[in-house]
């Protein structure tokens, strides 16, 4: 690999010397630094219709796409390739002036300068957005600024679904490089062990194939190792056959949350509905600290289903409580992610935080008796306050599914048993309440662990999907012998540590 990459760096420098010869044309930021206007002039001079300036309508419309309020930057510049060619380019000019830069697909990680920067350029992937399904069928090729709504909508129309995100708004890239927890991991595994190929654009600006085959050390690491290690272009993923299946969404009020944890104990104990792969539940309490009141709610998914049932049951403890509202029926997998266009609302500021705990009815006991009181105590102020918990079960199917497929930089032992990944989100309005909010997600997550390790049922894993700021995923993943190995694979294929310094936002692994 290491020669491969030294072979094509003289070509990058060519078409870095090439493009520094290019005179910056004028605009009307000159005031700013130099050295960044020397990196936006140039990609701006070669493309002119990719490189968007502050107060166009381009960069307004573009910098306002990110999920969550608390991500709100100002890029100096924002380019939007069209290519790979275009991502290369860009990479070869910031790696030449030592620009900061990030790289935006969906936009969904509420963390900011995970996908945006005050201190440099900002690549967005919004125009990347083609996709392509082999002779077959077998393998869809996807770019990185889609989202899963539009690959699943694309894909009915084949009859074919791929393992992904779980929400229509979410970007693509984010999810995959992230691991990716899909309605189908209990028989795939994480959405990135569907990957079969990785295009990407690296360090020194090399556009590379990553798979089992080419630069398979690359393959391992990008599943899971966020942005670490270059910039994905496209995504091949395998397909499989689309059928009906009963799913839906299942609110309960107050009175019925008592119901709704025995049930969700009930799944999760021998003989439940833990065991039936073609299931996915994921079950949350939501907390109002402004009303005092705690509601439930729960996604249902069984995609095996056959005309002789009423209800799967592996579901039935969770229908069968009266409820608010239940959706649940049999329909697409298009037509049941309709429900979760919501998560699209970008009008609020959210956080998240990422734990885990044992797959156990204490588990779900402690989660419920520890979190609501604090969120009750600490956010009754914070208007408009919002707090999810979602408790989203990893079975021992969904972690040997990962490694039989050719595993991963997670590396989950399934001999370790269930678990449960929990995530902590928050939702409010004014960004005076973000230290009170912060605080809270400190207070309730220190609780949580304390108490899971004091029942012997904490689960050393931070899924980087739902994690928050300052947590520190990587250092978790395969009880803690991932990390070196990322690491000595980001130094072979980026040497300069480009990745790490000229692109800090987000999750880093380190040098």
Same mark, same amino acid.
């Given at each position: ?5 030294? =072979? ?7 078409? +870095? ?11 009307? +930021? /000159?005031?700013?630094? !130099? ?7 140039? %990609? ?15 960069? =307004? ?23 790979a060619n275009h991502v290369s380019a860009a990479v070869i000019e910031l790696h030449r002036t030592q620009t900061q830069f990030a790289v935006r697909s969906g936009g969904h990680m509420p963390v900011k300068g995970a996908a945006g920067t005050?201190?440099?350029? %900002?690549?967005?992937?919004?125009? #990347?957005?083609?996709? $392509? ?9 996807? &770019? ?36 990716? #927890? ?8 994480? $959405? ?20 089992? =085959? ?17 910039i994905v272009v496209r995504f091949d993923l395998r397909t499989y056959p689309a059928s009906p299946m009963y799913a839906g969404t299942i609110s309960y009020e107050e009175s019925q949350v008592q119901q709704f944890l025995h049930a969700f ?26 009303e005092r009141s705690v509601q439930a709610n729960i996604v249902v998914l069984q995609n095996n289903y056959t005309l002789n049932q009423t209800v799967p049951k592996s579901l039935q403890g969770f229908v069968n409580i009266s409820s608010a +509202? ?17 998560? &699209? ?24 008796? =520890? ?6 105590? #600490? ?5 408009? +306050?919002?707090?999810?918990?979602? #408790? ?9 599914? /990962? ?5 991963? $930089? ?57 994690? &928050? ?13 991932? %990390? ?7 130094? $072979? ?10 692109? !800090? ?7």
């Amino acid at each position: 690999m290491a020669n491969y990459v030294l =072979t094509t760096f003289c070509v990058c420098l060519h078409l +870095s010397f090439v493009l520094s010869a290019i005179v910056p044309v004028s605009n009307s +930021s /000159a005031s700013l630094d !130099p050295v960044l206007s020397e990196s936006c002039q140039i %990609l701006g001079q070669r493309f002119p219709n990719q490189l968007h300036w502050p107060g166009t309508e381009q960069y =307004t419309n573009e910098n306002s796409l990110y999920w969550s309020k608390t991500t709100l930057v100002t890029p100096y510049c924002i380019f939007t390739p069209e290519n790979a060619n275009h991502v290369s380019a860009a990479v070869i000019e910031l790696h030449r002036t030592q620009t900061q830069f990030a790289v935006r697909s969906g936009g969904h990680m509420p963390v900011k300068g995970a996908a945006g920067t005050n201190q440099g350029v %900002l690549i967005a992937m919004t125009r #990347m957005n083609s996709t $392509a399904l082999s002779t077959d069928g077998g393998i869809a090729s996807i &770019g990185p600024g889609l989202r899963w709504g539009d690959v699943y909508n694309w894909l009915s129309t084949e009859d074919r679904v791929v393992v992904g995100g779980r929400y229509a708004p979410v970007g693509v890239s984010g999810v995959l490089l992230g691991g990716g #927890m899909s309605h189908f991991s209990a028989t795939h595994g994480w $959405a990135a062990n569907n990957v079969v190929n990785f295009e990407l654009v690296l360090a020194n600006g090399t556009i590379a194939s990553a798979n089992a =085959t080419a630069n398979s050390d690359l393959f391992w690491a990008l599943k899971g190792s966020s942005s670490n290690h270059g910039i994905v272009v496209r995504f091949d993923l395998r397909t499989y056959p689309a059928s009906p299946m009963y799913a839906g969404t299942i609110s309960y009020e107050e009175s019925q949350v008592q119901q709704f944890l025995h049930a969700f104990q009930n799944w999760l104990s021998p003989g439940g509905g833990i065991r039936d792969e073609a299931t996915a539940i994921v079950p949350a309490l939501f907390i109002y600290p402004e009303e005092r009141s705690v509601q439930a709610n729960i996604v249902v998914l069984q995609n095996n289903y056959t005309l002789n049932q009423t209800v799967p049951k592996s579901l039935q403890g969770f229908v069968n409580i009266s409820s608010a +509202s239940n959706t649940a029926h049999v329909r697409t997998y298009p037509d049941f992610l309709t429900e979760t266009t919501q998560y &699209g609302n970008r009008s609020n500021r959210n956080t998240f935080y990422a734990t885990s705990l044992l797959a156990t009815a204490d588990a779900v006991r402690l989660i419920n008796e =520890t979190i609501p009181p604090i969120a009750l105590s #600490m956010l009754e102020g914070v208007q408009n +306050s919002f707090v999810g918990l979602s #408790m989203q079960p990893v079975t021992k199917s969904h972690l040997q599914a /990962a490694r039989d497929a050719g595993g991963d $930089a997670l590396d989950l032992d399934p001999n370790d048993g269930d678990f449960i990944a929990f995530n902590l989100v928050v939702e409010y309005t004014n960004e005076q309440d973000d230290a009170t909010v912060i605080s809270f997600n400190t207070a309730a997550l220190q609780a949580l662990d304390t108490a899971s390790k004091a029942a012997n049922i904490y689960y050393p894993f931070q899924f980087l999907n739902d994690a &928050g700021a300052g947590e520190q995923v990587f250092s978790l993943y395969g009880k803690g012998k991932s %990390l070196e190995r990322m690491k000595s694979i980001r130094r $072979a294929y980026d040497p300069d540590g480009v990745f790490q310094d000229l692109m !800090p936002g987000g999750f880093k692994i380190g040098v």
